[in-house]
T-cell receptor
Framework: RKEVEQDPGPFNVPEGATVAFNCTYS??????FFWYRQDCRKEPKLLMS?????NEDGRFTAQLNRASQYISLLIRDSKLSDSATYLC???????????WGLGTSLAVNP | ETGVTQTPRHLVMGMTNKKSLKCEQH?????MYWYKQSAKKPLELMFV???????ENNSVPSRFSPECPNSSHLFLHLHTLQPEDSALYLC?????????????FGAGSRLTVL
């Protein structure tokens, strides 16, 4: 089992749609989580940090479910510019490592 | 610009060449990283430097040789690479290397080994 697992997609959604991605993690000691977005042929950029049950920033909401060991990212009112790959990252204090998922590809269509 | 600058952006080299990748950060961070990103694989951590001291070498082959002369500059020296080393090499920095820090990435150096 991968340490951080994401559905690679692609998710194809129309503009204005609501879309959600899940990310599961295997290390129960994981304590901090991050969502990065990576545009095609560009570097990853931080979208959101999640340290407790969740976080919200405008159209983006991240929710953490420690019991089931997953973190979700919800995007409301999708824009064309949201098209990117979304990378889930988990940090566990017991091994002090950032573990990256493969990413979920999102395409928002006009 | 993110505050982390990588050069060159693209590099093509033969297996017998020697080349170097350069990274510079203007964020006042104390930790710098080299990551490798290949298709169909998650980001792979290669090296970590904290206050210019190497704190992590993630079992990277010796054909990759990092150098960190100060907290703002990081190099990756390449020699006798293999075609499977072709990838996007990303430099990143963070305030320190505690692990839970947010990383700021450079735009990457796309390497092709012929």
């Amino acid at each position: 089992r991968k340490e951080v697992e994401q559905d690679p997609g692609p998710f194809n959604v129309p503009e204005g749609a609501t879309v959600a991605f899940n990310c599961t993690y295997s290390n129960s000691a994981s304590q901090s989580f991050f969502w990065y977005r990576q545009d095609c042929r560009k570097e990853p950029k931080l979208l959101m940090s999640v340290y407790s049950s969740g976080n919200e920033d405008g159209r983006f909401t991240a929710q953490l479910n420690r019991a089931s060991q997953y973190i979700s990212l919800l995007i409301r009112d999708s824009k064309l510019s949201d098209s990117a790959t979304y990378l889930c990252v988990a940090y566990a204090g017991n091994n002090r490592k950032l573990i990256w998922g493969l990413g979920t590809s999102l395409a928002v269509n006009p | 610009e993110t505050g982390v600058t990588q050069t060159p952006r693209h590099l093509v080299m033969g297996m017998t060449n020697k080349k170097s990748l350069k990274c510079e950060q203007h964020l006042g961070h104390n930790a710098m990283y080299w990551y490798k990103q290949s298709a169909k694989k998650p980001l792979e951590l290669m090296f970590v430097y904290n206050f210019k001291e190497q704190t992590e070498n993630n079992s990277v082959p010796s054909r990759f040789s990092p150098e960190c002369p100060n907290s703002s500059h990081l190099f990756l020296h390449l020699h006798t690479l293999q075609p499977e080393d072709s990838a996007l090499y990303l430099c990143a920095s963070s305030p320190d290397s505690s692990g839970a820090n947010v990383l700021t990435f450079g735009a990457g150096s796309r390497l092709t080994v012929l």
